[in-house]
């Protein structure tokens, strides 16, 4: 099955596009979204059912206290984890149904991942680790190379190309792996507590440049638990106990989408 | 023995005892690290193991060797201690009343015998079974039962058989296919005579009484007035019979060898004016077993010493694994306020748990290694010209010693591994944030200075005496000493790499530049040069990584599999180095191995031409019943007969307390002029015809070959050179002469000739002892050496014929050879299970260790084939690193040694290609193999869990 790289429409194969498709214009559709995770002979419930829809361009801000199910809700609904119930559907096209081989290549070229801790690989230089999206989706080494250097650029990390990311502070990681999520022109970008790890300053740099990115029409998904960081979301919605509790857009402060499950 | 090597096992261990019963926190730290994941805790000991199975099986080797040959010298001699040669009949008679007198403190038996070298044989039905050199002892057998005290180990009967019978061994009779009451047929001195196997005795003490090499007897053994019957009338043409005295000092047939130098003495007393010869035959033969045993055990261990040192570094690696993965919380530990001692405590008391259970099992392993082995050497030492029978044994004292060297050079090693690895920075650690490349430190310059100045002196003076180890390890250490001083000018990567570059060029070149040092250097040299090349080539190779890493990837740019497989080992620089030093020092020496092996067999053809001269069969006969070079002449097909007298000289050269049985081939005109061998060395002669002619005219002057007194008795690291002066002399007479080496032959292995000596001197010296019994002979054209031989060997029966077709016979030894090499290879390459089983270990460490980026990369979109094929990847580029590095450097040293030094004797430098291409793909097969398992595991990660847990 070949998933051909994205120009502005989803991905998915002509087998599975009929069956898998949605006709919906939210770029993110979540309908009763279950995970479950067994440990010995015990259960505990992480995500009860959970509804979420995300439009095109939208930044998404989730909040909720430890262990509430965020991180959890972002693996599962990026397809990095396997749900129990309910569907998700990116760009119209259900993930949980691709084979595992088939998820992998839509994650390559459909979304990018920012991580709390940066998740650089710690052997390759920042260059090398902007440029592995790009060669992931094909694109030709020399290109590759060019493309993630202006996007180091972009992030203001020009001088610091051929650094391997321990020799990096850690604002720099961050926006080394920033670059890394931006570099391949993701459609939706996830990030996972991106400023956990940084400084008040650092921070304020890193939530800056993904709201400039996000200006330019990029979803971004962003969890957080810092209100700070949330403001500068489109919408904010609040995890507890696996179940979606609340639903704000930013600004106008009235409900925006669906609610918990 | 046993309880001081186990002592010292218990001494080393008991820190760590101490730790266990005294800290219960280190020790809760160090079980629950082992019991956490007790697979791989199993890899690391069976990783860990074979080097404790390497040394014990070479002990084990040993030993069998030891007990082989004393089983020969309780067969063969039993209470016989001194073995006293009378010089004629008269003597003797007067020798053994006289020894009858010596004192009864130390001597417990005196028993006259006689002895001839006859051909014996049988008839069965129309077929004729023959014992060509078989020996008749006469003696009286109920003096020879009670000789010695003990008639269990004489071997001797209880009751002598009856008048006219007489009895065999058991070997002899196994040969004829005789059995008790049948009759046998004597031929000696040119007479037949009948005799009636009365009984057939075993192989033992007197029955079994041999001076002879190899492991059988073939004896007759006849009352004394038998023997005189037997001896009938002596021809002028056939050796006399030996007449002697057999001694068995008191304490049993090993403890009485502690007396033989004042029964010597006493024998020497008691003889006086009677010049006998006094030969310590008991002590020769243990002494034999005793170098022997050590010999192969130094050998085994000397070659499987680079796979105990391919283990040893995978112990560092693992420990340097385990280190950063528990790196975290180590940093905690120190937090919390455990003491960096404490930490090392704690590490090491996991590694003896390691060490202690892989030299256990090692131990076992090692046992049945050295079954296998000793299994394999019969096979080879079995051969038509060469019976040896092995006999395998395990000495508890050799077990315990190999454990304790094993034990202790495995706990040495984690110890020091576990102190470098305890040495951190907490918050460093905690947060784990790479450690900062390490600061020039000034004590590193003041010793690697006086490092540098070591060397320099150590060069110079083995320069000056051509010592091998310190032509060697001089300039390494005077190269590395001088890094950190050149470090200071320049950047320390080119430093080191320049540093390392020579070291490995002079490590290669070294032997060569000073030939005559290779020569008689040990074998333990090639061991050091080994360890110096290779490690000088791999800290080049590491700090070239980078350079290797873009020419690879430049390759492969676009092969996502390939960029993530080099990534780690380019830059893991040290990791790498250690693994690829384990493929490379293991390829090294497989490598040396296969090449010299190679390089014989190809020289084979040109070295039986050099041997074999003009002629092209040997035949042998009986001394005290020669074939007549009349009635040989008489066969049809043969052309030219060169009569040769064989005997056994002592010979003593400076160095040499004592002088050394050697073998003595008198020659005359006829053997020069039907095209005597080549020389290896001519000396001053115009050609290797005059050399020939000036030893037959000169009795001054003697030939030699490479080997002459260096397997028995010469001076450590003697090698003859021409104009080396020595004493020959009679055993029997003692009369002697110095002559000089005037030309050097090559090798004849199995012909045995010994010294070549010109026939005149020969007889001036060795009188009526010489004979011509063995005979050389050159055939028309057409006729088949191997066809002849037999043809011979059938007619002339009764003169004991064995005949030869001299290719044939170098054709046995070459197999031979070949097959002991063949033998080393498979013991080498064991050490590469080390490797293979090292980068298993590894490569499951690497899995766990790089979990998260895994996660992150199949975030990101990696598919898992490529996650797996990555880990090939890595397997292969360090595999193939390592076994190019090993197989280039071995090449690189066999070709300066051969082209440069005598040290390989004749042969041409040429490499078995297809052999070193099976290694090479071999190896990296094995090991990519190897790999699957940790391949697959890594790329079934999943990504949202290796993102959202640690371990």
């Known amino acids: 099955m070949i998933l051909p790289i994205p120009d502005g429409a989803p991905a998915a194969s002509a087998d599975t596009e009929d069956d898998m498709k949605d006709g919906s214009d939210s770029i993110l559709v979540a309908e009763g979204v279950r995970k479950v995770y067994r440990s010995g002979g015990d259960e505990v419930v992480a995500l009860h059912g959970l509804d979420l829809t995300v439009p095109p361009g939208e930044f998404l801000a989730v909040m909720g206290p430890s262990g509430s199910g965020k991180t959890t809700l972002l693996n599962c609904v990026s397809g990095l984890d396997d749900i129990d119930g309910g569907r998700v559907l990116v760009d119209g096209l259900s993930i949980h149904e691709l084979s595992d081989k088939e998820r992998t290549r839509h994650r390559a070229q459909e979304m990018g991942f920012i991580f709390q801790a940066f998740n650089l690989i710690p052997v390759f230089t920042t260059t090398e680790n902007v440029e592995l999206p790009l060669l992931l989706a094909g694109v030709h080494e020399r290109e590759a190379r060019a493309r993630a250097r202006a996007t180091l650029a972009r992030v203001g990390l020009a001088h610091r190309l051929e650094r391997r990311p321990p020799e990096l502070s850690g604002g720099e990681q961050q926006r080394v792996a920033v670059a890394r999520a931006l570099a391949g022109r993701p459609r939706i970008v996830w990030a996972d507590e991106p400023t956990g790890n940084l400084d008040s300053e650092m921070a304020q740099n890193v939530i800056e440049l993904l709201g400039e990115l996000h200006a330019e029409g990029l979803t971004l998904i962003l969890i957080t638990h810092d209100p700070t960081v949330a403001a500068h979301a489109d919408r904010l919605i609040t995890i507890r106990d696996g179940r979606l509790v609340a639903d704000e857009r930013l600004g106008t402060g009235a409900p925006a989408a669906v609610g918990a499950g | ?951």
Do not use: C
């Open chain 2, 1 to 951: 023995m046993t309880g001081a090597a186990l002592l010292v096992s218990l001494l080393v261990s008991l820190p760590f005892l101490f730790v266990i019963v005294r800290r219960p926190i280190l020790r809760r730290l160090a079980v629950r690290n082992v019991v956490r994941r007790p697979r791989e805790a199993l890899l690391v000991v069976v990783g860990s193991m074979l080097g404790a199975a390497i040394i014990t099986g070479s002990f084990v080797i040993g030993d069998a060797m030891n007990a082989s040959i004393r089983a020969v010298a309780r067969q063969h001699l039993g209470p016989v201690d001194e073995f006293v040669l009378a010089r004629d009949q008269t003597t003797w008679d007067d020798l053994s009343r006289r020894l009858r007198t010596l004192p009864r403190s130390d001597v417990d038996g005196v028993l006259p015998v006689s002895t001839m070298d006859a051909a014996v044989t049988a008839y069965r039905g129309k077929q004729i079974t023959s014992a060509p050199h078989t020996q008749v002892i006469g003696l009286d057998f109920a003096q020879a039962r009670r000789f010695g005290g003990d008639p269990h180990a004489t071997g001797m009967p209880a009751q002598a058989p009856r008048r006219n019978d007489v009895a065999i061994t058991t070997d002899l009779a196994k040969v004829l296919g005789v059995h008790r009451g049948e009759a046998i047929y004597v031929n000696a001195y040119g007479t037949r005579t009948m005799l009636i196997v009365g009984d057939i005795l075993p192989r033992r003490g007197v029955a079994g009484f041999s001076l002879a090499q190899g492991q059988e007897s073939r004896n007759v053994l006849v009352p004394s007035w038998m023997f005189e019957e037997i001896r009938g009338i002596e021809s002028t043409y056939a050796t006399p019979p030996t007449m002697a005295v057999l001694v068995s000092n008191r304490g049993g047939v090993e403890n009485g060898v502690g007396r033989t130098d004042r029964v010597k003495a006493e024998i020497a007393r008691a003889s006086r004016g009677l010049d006998p010869q006094v030969i310590g035959v008991k002590r020769l033969v243990l002494d034999q077993a005793e170098a022997a045993g050590k010999g192969f055990t130094q050998m085994f261990t000397t070659m499987g010493s680079f796979g105990v040192v391919a283990g040893l570094l995978l112990l560092v690696q693992l420990f340097v694994m385990l280190a950063a993965e528990r790196k975290p919380e180590l940093g905690m530990a120190r937090a919390v306020g455990m003491r960096r001692s404490w930490l090392v405590g704690a590490f090491a008391t996991e590694g003896w748990m390691y060490a202690l259970a892989a030299t256990v099992l090692g131990s076992v392993a090692g046992i049945g290694l050295g079954w296998v082995l000793v299994a394999l050497s019969q096979q080879i030492f079995d051969t038509k010209h060469n019976r040896f029978e092995l006999v395998f044994v395990v000495r508890p004292a050799s077990i315990g010693l190999a454990f304790t060297i094993a034990f202790v050079i495995a706990l040495t090693t984690i110890v020091l591994t576990s102190a470098r690895v305890s040495r951190l920075n907490i918050i460093r650690a905690i947060r784990e944030i790479p450690e900062p490349p390490p600061r020039r430190k000034r004590r590193w310059l003041v010793i690697g200075t006086a490092g540098a100045a070591l060397g320099l002196l150590w060069t110079m003076a083995a320069a000056g005496s051509s010592e091998p180890f310190g032509l060697l390890l001089g300039p390494t250490l005077l190269f590395f000493g001088a890094a950190p001083l050149l470090s200071r000018a320049w950047a320390t990567r080119s430093a080191v790499s320049l540093l390392s570059a020579l070291t490995a060029g002079w490590g290669a070149v070294a032997l060569a530049v000073f030939p005559k040092t290779a020569e008689g250097a040990p074998v333990t040299i090639y061991v050091v040069q080994g360890l110096v090349l290779v490690s000088a080539a791999v800290v080049f190779a590491a700090l070239q990584q980078e350079r290797v890493g873009t020419a690879v990837k430049r390759a492969g740019a676009q092969a996502l599999a390939l960029r993530l497989g080099l990534a780690y080992p380019l830059a893991r620089r040290s990791r790498t180095a250690l693994t690829v030093s384990m493929y490379a020092l293991v390829v090294f020496i497989l490598t040396f191995i296969t090449t010299i092996s190679h390089m014989i067999d190809a020289s084979a053809v040109q070295a039986k031409a050099d041997v074999r001269g003009g002629y092209s069969v040997v035949v042998d006969s009986s001394t005290s019943n020669p074939i007549l070079v009349s009635d040989l002449a008489r066969v049809p097909g043969v052309r030219n007969i060169a009569p040769l007298a064989r005997t056994t000289a002592n010979f003593q050269v400076e160095g040499m307390s004592k002088p050394a049985f050697w073998n003595l081939t008198a020659f005359d005109g006829r053997f020069v002029a039907n095209g005597a061998p080549a020389l290896v060395d001519r000396g001053k002669y115009p050609s290797e015809a005059a050399a020939w002619r000036a030893v037959l005219a000169d009795p001054d002057l003697i030939v030699v070959d490479p080997s002459f007194l260096q397997t028995s008795g010469g001076p450590p690291g003697f090698e003859a050179k021409i104009g080396t002066t020595m004493t020959v002399a009679d055993p029997q007479t003692g009369r002697s002469r110095v002559v000089r080496v005037a030309a050097i032959s090559h090798s004849d292995m199995f012909l045995n000739n010994g010294a070549w000596y010109g026939r005149p001197g020969a007889k001036a010296l060795f009188g009526d002892q010489l004979v011509a019994a063995r005979f050389y002979v050159t055939l028309q054209a057409g006729v088949d050496p191997t066809a002849f031989a037999s043809r011979v060997q059938g007619r002339f029966v009764d003169n004991g014929a064995e005949a030869s077709a001299i290719n044939d016979l170098m054709d046995e030894a070459f197999t031979m050879t070949n097959q002991i090499f063949q033998l080393f290879e498979g013991y080498l390459a064991l050490g590469l299970l080390v490797g293979i089983a090292g980068i298993a270990v590894v490569m499951i460490r690497a899995v766990r260790e790089r979990r998260r980026p895994i996660g992150t990369l199949r975030a990101l979109g990696f598919p898992s084939k490529t996650i797996g094929r990555s880990f090939g990847v890595e397997t292969g580029f360090i595999a193939l690193q390592g076994t190019l590095i090993g197989a280039t450097l071995a090449l690189l040293t066999l070709y300066t040694l051969v082209t440069r030094s005598d040290a390989m004797g004749d042969v041409t430098f040429s490499v078995p290609w297809i052999p070193l291409l099976v290694l090479l793909v071999a190896t990296v097969g094995a090991s990519l193999l190897a790999t699957v398992a940790p391949a697959v595991t890594a790329s079934r990660i999943r990504p949202a869990v290796a993102l959202r847990t640690t371990d």
